[in-house]
Structures are given as structure tokens and as C-alpha cells.
């Protein structure tokens, strides 16, 4: 009996000392096998919106530790300069143009992600990863005719997530309430939700005709029902014990991240905090409102640091900051007048919201996809300003060698050398799109193709991108894209031309 529990003692000694299963980087050092993933993403903040990209009059600290301390990409995009495409392809690793209902959708469209294709969450589900979303989803929910006072699905959990708390569409958009696996939080059955966006429900005040109950005035096309007296798209009637509060919307979300964190530390664990910053209506929670001195849109940008500062606070708390890659972006560039009047351009001053780039949101032009980008891995990625070329959707190809995953059929590309900062030599090509738009970048040069339409949208005064002839441009020589070399280098432009139509094809 006593060389049995000698035995057990030596052997429990044995597993309490033993090293964690790791792999080996190019430089030979070792990382662990499964370490958890988080990716942060934000809503229409620019690539100039932070101080670490350049701006001056935002000071965000705490993006600002995370591109000292991991690699800051100069040219990381997102697939599209809008919010569904681009979110669409960073769980499917799958160009969005090629879903032709990959388009900005509405609060009550079908889920967009057949749940047989391969996702990002379910790729990490199968690698052994317990798996969640918190925030902004806009990638449809059900069938169609979803029943919002009853179990939602399909919807994130049927995509791979095992965890799901969310709004359904965005914050301007109804229904304004939150959805937690499927289900509406705080749902009184005898006050049933109704949503449409076709028509209002009788009785149902709206922006348009009551505007004696705005606290937040309409510019365009948000002038639907009021919620906590700001006019939304779309209309909606019931849920009031539901509805959210716009203002607590960050807290809100940031709560559920760090409760994630707490409940799955012990095992390898993927989170993708979708924040709603800095996507209309904004409206910073009264610690923040006035601290920028540049409105509502400076002053969610620093509401949005000031979370992301006190998750990773959560993450070295549950001491598993140094065992997780953490991932920052942005879905597409940046917007100013985005539907409400709220000093947005009135306070901008110097500020430049995209930075050196032309364009911004719904644009083809380099300020509508090319976003913030960090990665981020306490101790095992060294500090560095990367210009490589990469995306959104080829995190789904890199995580996955990273996991010892599984994808095929993708147009991911395997970029881990390069998010990891052992490397620098990118992708060659990446199309990119805006509302169905596309444009090619290969190496240094930019091509867009001519398009029929305004060359400024007229509610967002964005330029679109569109001409009527070809536009190249040397991106080396000219961030800015000012001047059109279609005419001086006719050989590259048709080599390009090639290129986005072969790609398009295959």
C-alpha cells in the first residue's frame, strides 16, 4: 500500500510539472499548441481613428499598447467597405462578392452562412475550442418570418458558436433588443415583439411624423420607430421591458466578454467581440460623452479604447493574457454622416478619420477596406511594423495551422508567419469590394475598374470610386491616390485587369 501512494505521489508530481503541449515557430521557440483566440473587431473606425495609425485629436491608449507590443499592419483590409460582406468573410475565409446576397441586410433578413459551410468558430469548434460571439451580428438571423418572441434559429450557434449573445442586426437598425442563444433577453411574453420593414404598426410613433420625440434628429433614411427617442430603420412594435439602452450598449457587451473569459479560462477558448463602436447612432456613455471635444464620434471611439483596456485587464486577472493571440480590426473605413445629425462633421477640426487614404465607407478608394490591423500575442510576438499584405478572411487558413485545424475551398490564405511577425511577405493579389463594386490590389498597385454612378454618394459625401475609365494606382509613390498612371502604365494595367478577372472566374 505505501509503494502505491509513493507511486501515485511521483506520478501526480510528474503531471503537475509537465510542460504544456507546444509547437515551435521558424525562430524554434515554442508556443502553446491551442492558445485562445480573440478577435476585437470595430464598426466604421478608420484607419486614421486611432493615435497609433496617426491621429492626433483621439488618444486611444489602449489599441496603442497593442500595436507597441504585437505587429501593426500598414496594409491589412478588410474584404469590403461595409459591415455584412466584410463580416461574412472574416468567419468564412470566403471572398463576399461571390454570395450575391452578401450585401448590407436588414434587421430581418434570412442567415446569410448556409450552416453546412465552413466557418471560422466551427473550424475551432472541431479543433477542441469552446467558441462565442458577443456583440454586433448583421448576418441575418432564421428562415425568414423570424418569430422573435420564440427560440430563434438558425442563427450563431447553428455556425459554429457555442455562445452567442447579440443584437440581430446594428443599432440603428430594430429590433433594438439582445439575443442570447437564440433567445430574446428580458422578454415579457405578454408584451410580443413585432418587427417590419415594410410597414409601420398602427399607433407606433416614427422620426418622420413625430419629431416632437427625438432627442437625436434624422439626416437620412432613419426615420422609422423611435427607441429612447433616436429614430431607427425599420419598425417595431412591443418588447419594451426588452429594449435596450443605448447608452449602456458598450458596458453591456464588454460585461459579457470578460464573463466569457472567466467562465472558459481553463480550457482553449475562440471569442470574437464585435463592438458597435463607432457605428451610428453613437451614443457614449455619459462617462465618456464630451471628452473627445470632436462630438459623439470621438467620444465612442475613446468609449471603445477604454473597453478594450479593461478586457485585457480581464484577461491578466484570469492570468491567460500571455497564452492568447488577440486580433484588432475594423469591417470597412470610416463614416462621418452616417444618417443622424449628431456634430459628427460639424466637430471634425483636423481630425482625418482615414488617415492619408482617399474614400472611406462604401468606397472603392483605399479608405473604405483598408483598416486598423494588430496582432497581438503577449511574449511570444516581438513588436514590429509589418507592410505586409494581408486580410481579413485568411485569418480562417492561419488560425487553423495554428490549431491543427481543417479548411478547404477557401479563399483564405494561410498568413500565420505574417500575423505572427515571422514574416513579411504577404499576399500578391486581394480583391476588394464596396455594394458589389470590385477592385484589385496586387503588390503595390491598385486597379479599379470604371463603374456607372456618382463619383460622391450624396447622403454621406464619401467618395465612391467610380469614373468612367479605368483608375491605377502606385499605392508606394501614392497612398493617396491622386493621380490615375492608367494611361502610363497600360501593360500593368492590363495585367491587372487579368488578374481580377481570373480570380472572379475561378
Known amino acids: 500500500m505505501q509503494k502505491q501512494l509513493v507511486h501515485i505521489s ?65 496594409s491589412g483590409y478588410a474584404s469590403s467597405a461595409t459591415c455584412t460582406p466584410s463580416r461574412y468573410a472574416l468567419l468564412t475565409g470566403s471572398y463576399p462578392w461571390r454570395n450575391k ?183 457614449p456613455h455619459p462617462r465618456f460623452a464630451g471628452t473627445t471635444g470632436l462630438g459623439p464620434r470621438g467620444d465612442v471611439i475613446a468609449e471603445a479604447d477604454w473597453c478594450i483596456g479593461e478586457f485585457l485587464k480581464t484577461l491578466e486577472e ?18 462621418l454622416n452616417d444618417g443622424y445629425y449628431d456634430d459628427a462633421v460639424e466637430k471634425l477640426g483636423d481630425h482625418k478619420p482615414a488617415g492619408r487614404l482617399r474614400g472611406g465607407k462604401y468606397s472603392l478608394f483605399e479608405g473604405g477596406t483598408r483598416v486598423p490591423f494588430i496582432t497581438y500575442w503577449k511574449g511570444r510576438i516581438s513588436p514590429q511594423v509589418s507592410d505586409a499584405l494581408v486580410c481579413q478572411m485568411d485569418l480562417l487558413k492561419s488560425v487553423s495551422r495554428l490549431v491543427g485545424g481543417e479548411t478547404t475551398g477557401t479563399d483564405s490564405r494561410d498568413m500565420l508567419d505574417e500575423f505572427l511577425g515571422q514574416n513579411t511577405k504577404g499576399r500578391e493579389t486581394l480583391v476588394l469590394e464596396a455594394n458589389g463594386r470590385t477592385a484589385i490590389r496586387m503588390r503595390n498597385w491598385v486597379m479599379i475598374p470604371p463603374y456607372e454612378g456618382p463619383g460622391i454618394s450624396r447622403n454621406v459625401n464619401i467618395e465612391t470610386g467610380n469614373a468612367d475609365s479605368y483608375q491605377l494606382y502606385d499605392l508606394k509613390m501614392d497612398i493617396g491616390q491622386w493621380e490615375n498612371l492608367a494611361k502610363t502604365y497600360p501593360d500593368t494595367l492590363k495585367q491587372m485587369i487579368t488578374r481580377l478577372d481570373s480570380i472572379k472566374k475561378n
Not at 478608420?46 to 507590443?69: F, H, M, W
Open 101 to 283: 446576397k452578401a450585401k448590407i441586410l436588414p434587421g430581418t433578413a434570412p442567415l446569410l452562412i448556409d450552416t453546412a459551410q465552413q466557418t471560422l468558430p466551427e473550424m475551432l469548434r472541431k479543433a477542441g475550442y469552446y467558441t462565442g460571439i458577443v456583440g454586433k451580428w448583421h448576418l441575418g438571423l432564421g428562415t425568414g418570418n423570424v418569430d422573435w418572441n420564440g427560440h430563434i434559429s438558425p442563427g450563431p450557434n447553428e455556425v459554429g458558436f457555442d455562445y452567442s449573445f447579440i443584437m440581430a442586426a446594428t443599432q440603428d437598425r430594430v429590433p433594438t433588443v439582445y439575443i442570447e442563444n437564440g433567445n430574446v433577453v428580458g422578454l415579457d411574453p405578454e408584451d410580443p415583439i413585432a418587427v417590419s420593414y415594410k410597414e409601420n404598426f398602427p399607433g407606433e410613433p416614427t422620426g418622420l411624423e413625430n419629431p416632437e420625440m427625438l432627442r437625436m434628429k434624422w439626416h437620412h433614411g432613419h426615420n422609422n420607430s423611435i427607441v429612447n427617442g433616436i429614430p431607427r430603420i425599420g419598425f417595431m412594435k412591443g418588447g419594451d421591458q426588452a429594449r435596450w439602452i443605448d447608452e449602456d450598449m458598450a458596458d453591456r457587451f464588454l460585461e459579457k466578454a470578460q464573463s466569457y473569459v472567466r467562465g472558459h479560462k481553463d480550457s482553449p477558448f475562440f471569442l470574437y467581440y464585435a463592438m458597435q463602436q463607432p457605428h451610428v447612432p453613437r451614443t
Open 318 to 335: 484570469e492570468g491567460v493574457l500571455e497564452n492568447t493571440l488577440i486580433v484588432f480590426t475594423s469591417d470597412n473605413g470610416p463614416v
Open 10 to 74: 511521483v506520478m501526480t508530481l510528474f503531471l503537475l510539472t509537465a510542460p504544456v503541449a507546444c509547437k515551435k515557430d521558424k525562430k524554434g521557440e515554442q508556443y502553446p499548441e491551442k492558445p485562445n483566440i480573440v478577435i476585437i473587431y470595430t464598426d466604421d473606425l478608420g484607419y486614421g481613428d486611432v493615435s497609433c495609425y496617426g491621429a492626433q485629436k483621439i488618444q486611444t491608449p489602449n489599441i496603442d499598447r497593442l500595436a507597441k507590443e504585437g505587429v501593426k499592419f500598414t
